[in-house]
């Protein structure tokens, strides 16, 4: 079956710009999350969905940053007002839930690279 | 500290030689991940275990819950093995979100 996509797979954008990254999710999957890969850096969370449940938001690096989930499936991760900083790789990843304190295995999607100019 | 340390940062070998990566943490967890990043490829999940060892091909991942460590073991390494390997834990009690290792790059020539 289909496996995570992300929308677009290259942005470039400049300063001050606002911007909109799309993660589509495996179908059925109700955990999905979100992570940042900066140049020489490694992976960094920013947030994480479950269900109903209220957002993980404690990756966010700052209130520039913001995220939601639509119908529990396509999840959309917003920058605001970017800065050179956020240049990176937005990664998405979505698995199966079992239960509270149950991690299961992370299907990763292809990633948003992101350049701010 | 890093919560997460892997060692080597880097590790180049010869074809045919056996590769170890070692991972240590200093929290409790939930599961331990490892991931494989190719060159501008994706992110793939090769293990997740939480409690002795797993075989996925080629490749063994094993994990001692008591000295928090795991270790990659690829034998009989061949060029498309190179990549970049990324140990991940799952903190215990946690959303579970992932913790990263800063990866370990290895390029295997042939």
Redesign the interface.
Known sequence: GAGVSQSPSNKVTEKGKDVELRCDPISGHT?L?W?RQSLG?????LI?F?GNSAP?K??LPSDRFSAERTGGSVSTLTIQRTQQEDSAVY?C?S?F?YGK???????????TRLTVL | KNEVEQSPQNLTAQEGEFITINCSYSVGISALHWLQQHPGGGIVSLFMLSSGKKKHGRLIATINIQEKHSSLHIPASHPRDSAVYICAVGIEGGSEKLVFGKGTKLTVNP
């Not at chain 1, 304190?101 to 999607?109: A, I, L, R």
């Open positions: 955990a999350y992570y850096q490694g992976l960094e969370f994480y479950q993980d404690s990756g990664l990843a698995s839930f304190y149950f991690t299961d295995t992370q299907y990763f999607g292809p990633g």
